[in-house]
Every structure is written in C-alpha cells, then in structure tokens.
C-alpha cells in the first residue's frame, strides 16, 4: 500500500465525518511523544516539539509497521478521529484473517528469534567485558524467559511475572541488570517496526533498591594520594610506574578501568581519546592539559599498539589491583576502590558546578538517572544561590534586614 494510497483512505475517512482535510501540513520530523488511548489498538495521539498534536494509527500493512496521520488534534474532535482510525484499521485488514492464521501471517518475530536478532545487529557495540557479562545474563534469564510468545505481545503481566521469578533465582543487582538489558531490547524493537511505539511494558517494573557503596576522596584525601601516584610514576619498575600512570588518568578523566587499560596509540588523538569499546558503546573523552602530559610520559615500543603494555610479561596489562592496594595503603585510604577513581572525578565535577547533563557526558553515562546520584553535591552551592536571590529580592522590596530577623 502506498502513502498516496493511504492518504486517499484518510481524506475519504475525514469526509464521511464531517471534517475539514483542508488543515495544515504536520511538521516533519521525529516526534516528541506518542499517548496511546485505547479505544483501538494503535490509536493514538502524536505530540510534537513544537507543542502541535496530531492523530495517528500505527498497525501492519503489507508485513510492516506503518504509521498514518489522521490530522490535528485542534481540527479534529475525538469522536471524529475515532471513527477515522476505525476505517483506517478496517480498510488496514482488508484481505487479511489474522485470527485464521496468526503464526502465518505474523511479521513480529518470536521473544527467542527477536533476541538472537538483537545479539546480532546490537551486541557488537559493547565491550569484550560487557559482551561477556551480557551473554551469561542471556544464557541463565533470557533464552528461556518467554517461551512461544511473539515479542509485540509481551505485557506487563508478562514482565512483572518475570521480574518476579526473577528475584527468586538471583540478587536484586543482578535482577537490576537483566531488567535493564530487557528494557533496552523491547526499545529497540519498537525502533525497528515490531512494537508500538511507547508500549515498553518494563516501564511498569519497579526495580529493586540498590545500595550505593561508592565513595569519593575529599580535597584532603585527594592531595595524599597524589603525593603517592606522583612518586610511584617514577618508579624503576615500569609495570608499577604504568599502574600509578593508569590510575592518575583514571582521576583526571573519570573513566572506567577497562577504557583506560585497553586504549591504543592510534585512539589518543590530540586533545581527546575516541573510545572504540566504552561501556555504552564508542564515545569521545576529552582531555586536559594534565591528562596529555601524563599521556606524554607513557613509553613507546616498536610495533606495540597497546598503550598500557606490560614491559615484563609482554602483553597488555589487564589489571593493576595488587599495585593498587599498595597504593591506597600508603596513602592511607583503607578501603577504597579503583572504581571509586571515577566516582570522585563525577563528585567534584558537581560540587564545582557542572550541570548533570555535563557531567552525563564526561563519564558517558547513557542516561541521566546515572548521573543523578551526584545530585546532591551541589546543594551547598544551591544554599548560596538562594540566599543571594534573597539578598537581591530584599534590596529590591526596601525591606530592611532586621525586619526579616523577625
């Protein structure tokens, strides 16, 4: 079926009626959000930027999700839209008996189709480390997970059944993270033309409290360690001195160990490192003039791409925690974790008044509810606002300041 086709459909819809096709062109581009109402499946409401909304219908024609503009909702009542979006899914199944031979007929792959398909065209973005963690999550909670049902079929009760079962067969953290890798799956599958848009019924699913056991290093604790890392840099023995390197980029840029442990020459380019395997997929990370210089000091050997090589194995180094308690100690920071690296680069950017989005960025966070845990950092600075947006109100209404002591 064609869109000229389709058109045709609606205008004749619009004409039986009552109204007016004469309105408006819709704006073209990606819409803001989509409110489904339930009168029929795929009717819905499409609200743009611009603050426009419109009518729509999403259903299948021709074994692929299509999307028609019924038009806008300032022209159109919801009664006429209604009965529009009725003969539009009517003229839609036209030839079509999808209660005679649903399996046939469908064009939504199965949950264990569509799940070997999202390995195959979205795992590649991730890290080894990621893949690997992923896989095992796949391999104990996913491949049996729903067993026969066809992926635009999934619902809340599905998930929450699930989610339920879940809890029972492994920790809260890791339940977090199988729901998390879910929830990206069934998004992608409305990207790509098998569900309705804004129909993720992991959406409902309240994920299980987590405790944040990560610490940041005050000003004080920041200062002793650096004394440290400095010293060691300067070590004798190179795979020491490559680990206080690693672990002085991990405070100057916040990023995780494996980004740091498995760059190549050729991914320092400048004043920035491109990522090719980040946590969340292949990103940019800017550096300072600190981060370069420390850059600067790393050796070089012939045909050697790994940044962070191992002079005495011959290989790249993976890892550097037996260094790293050795450091930590001297520093007297008992307890603290090479992760924790990253979280004070977040913790001080916020308490210099970097906004969250900035912050986002820098770490490469994939949302903002990542980030929003540093929140709370700022709330000195937020106090000093207030009172200096009082001061000025104060000033500004003649009111003298005794009479606001009282």
């Known amino acids: ?28 581009g990606k819409a803001r959000s989509t409110t489904w109402l ?3 499946h795929g009717f819905g409401i499409r609200h743009y930027p611009s603050g426009r909304s419109v009518y729509i219908v999403q259903t299948r024609m021709g074994g692929r999700l299509r999307t028609v503009t019924l038009g806008p909702a300032s022209v159109l009542t919801r009664d006429q839209a209604t009965k529009v979006a009725r003969m539009v899914l009517a003229y839609a199944q036209v030839g079509q ?46 491949d049996q997970a729903f067993v026969g049902v066809f992926i635009d079929e999934l619902n809340e009760a599905h998930i ?34 098998y569900r309705l848009e804004n129909t993720n019924p992991c959406r409902i699913v309240r994920m299980n409290k987590r405790k944040h056991c990560e610490r940041f290093l005050t ?5 002793r360690l650096g004394e440290v890392l400095a010293a060691e840099r300067q070590a004798e023995d ?24 498995s760059l190549h020459w050729k991914d320092l380019r400048g004043n920035r490192i491109k990522l090719r395997h980040g946590k969340t997929g292949p990103r940019t990370v800017w550096l300072g003039e600190e981060a370069r210089a420390i850059f600067g000091t790393i050796p070089r050997y012939n045909r050697i791409d790994w940044i962070f090589w191992n002079p005495r194995y011959r290989r ?44 986002g960025r820098l770490l490469g966070h994939a949302n903002i509810q990542s980030t929003s845990r540093y929140a709370h950092l700022d709330d000195e600075h937020i106090l000093d606002a207030a009172e200096q947006i009082g001061t000025a109100v104060e000033r500004m209404m003649g009111l003298p300041g005794d009479l606001l002591m009282q």
Request: net charge positive; charged share 25%; glycine share 4%.
């Open 316 to 359: 790249p180094m993976t890892s550097f925690d037996h260094y790293w308690h050795e450091f930590r100690d001297a520093a007297k920071l008992p307890g603290l974790r090479v992760h924790d690296l990253r979280h004070t680069f977040a913790s001080h950017a916020a308490m210099n008044k970097e906004t969250l989005p900035m912050i």
């Open 97 to 142: 008996d999808p209660a005679t031979d649903r399996a046939r007929i469908r064009s939504a792959p199965r949950f264990d189709d569509f799940l070997d398909e999202f390995w195959a065209k979205w795992a590649v973005r991730w890290s080894a480390k990621t893949f690997e963690v992923n896989s095992g999550y796949r391999r104990n909670y996913l």
């Open 160 to 193: 929450t059944e699930w989610f339920a079962d879940l809890n029972n067969q492994t920790g809260p953290g890791a339940a977090n993270m199988v729901l998390s890798l879910l929830r990206l799956m069934l998004n992608k599958a409305e990207a790509w033309g």
């Open 219 to 223: 000003t004080d604790e920041l200062h």
């Open 238 to 261: 190179r795979a020491r001195a490559l680990a206080a390197t690693a672990a002085t980029l991990l405070l100057l840029t916040g990023c995780r160990r494996g980004e740091i442990l």
């Open 38 to 40: 339930g009168i029929e």
């Open 1 to 28: 079926m064609t869109a000229l086709a389709l058109r045709q459909v609606v205008a004749e819809a619009l004409a039986r009626v009552g109204a007016d096709s004469n309105f408006v062109r819709v704006p073209k």
